[in-house]
């Protein structure tokens, strides 16, 4: 095939297929997913697991937005609220509806997906037409309006106190298989695992999504938005495209966390901190890595797992000091001033960062 | 759309929110509900004409909007607190120094958060500049500092808000109930928008500041530190937010840590209805919004947030830009 006939697009995936195999992050990735894989088997305590997996959602959440954030280029500020939505519609099919099988587990997975995706092609339509940053301003809004419709509507999402719910067959907590390769397999076990495969699955989703065509418009769109339509795209219709795509990936990982922590309420699926906590993740990792996701939300799930810990030995270092207590208690505190602190000098995250010294190395 | 529809559309607007719940509500309820959502639309101004303004000279989305207006609560609260503990005046009797309090309550706000602000954007947002991501993270990141700072200042917990003994109950004029404080509410707002009004139309920095609005760099062509400019308008805003602040708690009767969040969202759809940088536009839109939000509340008690958010969907899909134009 003549190489000068392809396109920038079939020409850097010719490329790629070519390295696929040779690439030391090609080892990278695989030697990280078999972490994952063997991750019950290493260590056998729960809490290290229920760490893991969240790391797991989380990175696939993060992705998703950055998608929208560091693909596209346009910032959400209520990508959470699809994440709510998709642990809502599992939380209501299964603990208020009582409707406990496969059938209806995925049923509602789906329809949360739908919603998911007509919402944000709702909000794309009249925010992005004109001003990108209306878009921040109004997805902040809905959010915070599906908070507090959740918060109140007791009748059906249970309000502030939230809905907890049991799972079908393999997949209830109760259930035992027995013992394999030294540890009882459990529906949590089957759950871990059903969960990763839907991570691994969405994530190379977005992968392709991102070198496809569309991805590429939009990349063009995020480096140089008149250009593109001097080009001749529409662009906000490109945009409204990554935002509902990454609005749906965003419903399946809120279902997913659903089913994992087989629980819900407005504050651990559909709140204000949690978007914090997905903007702090994407700028840790890097925008527009994707995989930056992964370390991102590693560090804060790490670190917000053993803070509780400094706390307590701040409390026994200086007792009777409630000022320092207070200061110590205030993990969020720090998290603001570290985002700060990120965008001033490390803008491109982590990855980011690392690749820029990689290509400046390779360069040399 | 000729011009001539296009100035009529708002005012016809303000109008049916004014009027179409009389056909619903008996005449004394509907009196006593729109002073409150006059009085809650006034509270509303106060915060998202700051915010609105901000956007239109600065181009900053300031998300820590909300803090500082957190931060303008517990300032009030600690000052209201302080003077009492010396003087008396909140508990006393006589109207005079129970309002001689609360304004000296509401100034110490203003002061302490205009410095805030101050240092917020020398520090904070002058370094992003011209980008409007990281603008959003920053300010993000500002917001969770600030909120986070009254936690460790004040602790985590809601505070009850001490009202003047004046300001609380209500008269009553003809069998219609109306409550002191939105009343006073009021009036105060009216004050500082003529204030502010007549600053930005009848003074030299009004004028550089509205220019400033439609197109920084020419003023800067004209010789103007811009920059110095961008202090002082988030200063005032920040002030704006803080006397806001102040007297929302004193509305609700208490305060906590993450009140802002739930106001910026408002002062968000009303920036984003009455048109961003608009002086005119936040009042009208704050008007409509805190009207409608009282007249629903009154009729279906869950739906009331639900009208804010039809207003916004159906003001963005007529006039995306809002009511008003920049800059008036």
């Known amino acids: 095939m003549n190489k000068d006939s392809l396109n920038p697009v079939q020409r850097f995936r010719l490329k790629e297929k070519e390295g696929r195999f040779r690439s030391p992050y090609f080892f990278l990735k695989v030697l990280l997913l078999a972490f994952f894989v063997f991750t019950p088997y290493l260590f056998h305590s729960f809490q290290i697991v229920d760490v893991v997996l969240k790391i ?84 902040l809004a809905f959010m915070e309006f599906t908070f507090i419709l959740a918060s109140q509507l007791r009748f059906i999402t249970g309000g502030d106190d939230g809905i907890s719910f049991n799972l079908p067959g393999i997949m209830a907590i109760g259930y035992r298989l027995g013992r394999f390769l030294g540890i009882e397999f459990t529906g949590r076990m089957t759950n871990y695992y059903l969960i990763l495969l839907v991570s691994l699955i969405l994530f190379l989703l977005m992968v392709r999504f991102v070198h496809s065509p569309v991805g590429r418009v939009l990349q063009s769109i995020r480096d140089n938005e008149q250009r593109s339509v001097a080009l001749g795209y529409r662009t906000y219709l490109f945009q409204v495209m990554a935002s509902s795509f990454a609005s749906c990936v965003a419903a399946m990982t809120g279902g997913c966390y ?62 009777g000091v409630p000022f320092a207590v207070r200061l110590s208690e205030r993990w969020l505190f720090y998290f603001g001033l570290l985002f700060i602190l990120i965008v001033y000098f490390f803008p491109k995250g982590m990855v980011g960062t690392a690749q820029e010294i990689i290509s400046r190395r390779k360069g040399e | 759309m000729n011009p001539k529809s296009r100035q009529w559309l708002p005012k016809s607007a303000v109008i049916a929110i004014f009027l179409l719940p009389l056909l619903l509500i008996s005449p004394k309820t509907y009196v006593t509900l729109t002073i409150s959502g006059i009085a809650m639309g006034m509270l509303l101004f106060l915060v998202a004409s700051g915010f609105s303004l901000i956007f239109g000279f600065l181009s900053v989305l300031n998300l820590a909007h909300g803090a500082l207006f957190a931060w303008g609560a517990y300032i009030s609260f600690s000052a209201f607190s302080f003077i009492n503990q010396w003087t ?55 917001m969770t500092v600030m909120e986070e700072l009254i936690r460790i200042v004040w ?28 009343l006073i509410a009021i009036v105060i707002g009216l004050i500082l928008y003529l204030i502010v009004f007549t600053i930005l139309r009848r003074t030299r920095l009004g004028m550089i500041v509205r220019a400033g609005v439609e197109n920084p760099e020419m003023v800067q062509v004209m010789g103007h530190n811009i920059y110095r400019y961008f202090t002082g308008v988030f200063a005032a805003g920040s002030a704006l937010a803080a006397i806001g602040g102040g007297m929302w708690a004193t509305f609700v009767k208490s305060i906590n840590p993450a009140m802002g969040g739930e106001v910026i969202v408002f002062a968000l759809i009303v920036a984003i209805i009455g048109g961003l940088g608009s002086m005119t536009g936040s009042v009208v839109g704050a008007l409509m919004v805190g009207l409608s939000y009282n007249y629903v509340a009154y009729l279906i008690p869950k739906g009331a947030l639900g009208i804010t958010m039809l207003l916004l969907v159906i003001i963005l899909s007529i006039r995306p830009t809002g009511l008003f134009p920049e800059g008036t």
């Open chain 1, 56 to 139: 797991i959602i989380f990175s696939t959440l993060v992705a998703s937005y950055d998608i929208i954030l560091g693909y596209t280029g346009i910032v959400s500020l209520g990508h959470v609220m699809y994440f709510g939505i998709g642990s809502y519609f599992v939380g209501i099919f299964m603990g208020k509806l009582g409707l406990i099988s496969y059938g209806y587990l995925a049923l509602a997975i789906l329809i949360a997906v739908l919603i998911s995706g007509v919402l944000s092609v709702l909000i794309g339509f009249f925010s992005l037409r004109i001003r990108a940053i209306f878009f921040a301003m109004v997805t």
């Open chain 1, 258 to 319: 659903a089913i994992w922590v087989c629980y819900v309420s407005p504050s651990s699926s559909l709140s204000v901190s949690i978007m914090l906590d997905v903007l702090l993740m994407v700028i840790v990792g890097g925008m527009g890595t994707l995989y930056g996701g992964i370390l991102g939300a590693a560090f804060l799930m790490i670190t917000g797992a053993f803070l509780p810990k400094l706390q307590v030995l701040v409390a026994a270092l200086l007792p």
């Open chain 2, 88 to 142: 008396g005046w909140g508990g006393s009797n006589s109207i005079f120094s129970n309002i001689l309090i609360f304004l000296l309550a509401l100034v110490a706000a203003g002061i302490g958060v205009a410095i805030l602000g101050v240092v917020t954007e020398r520090l904070v947002i002058r370094p992003v500049y011209g980008s409007h991501l990281f603008q959003i993270f920053i300010t993000v990141g500002a």
């Open chain 2, 155 to 182: 602790g985590p917990n809601d505070e009850p808000m001490p009202v003047p003994v004046s300001f609380i109950g209500s008269w009553d004029i003809f069998d219609v109930v109306v409550s002191k404080y939105p």
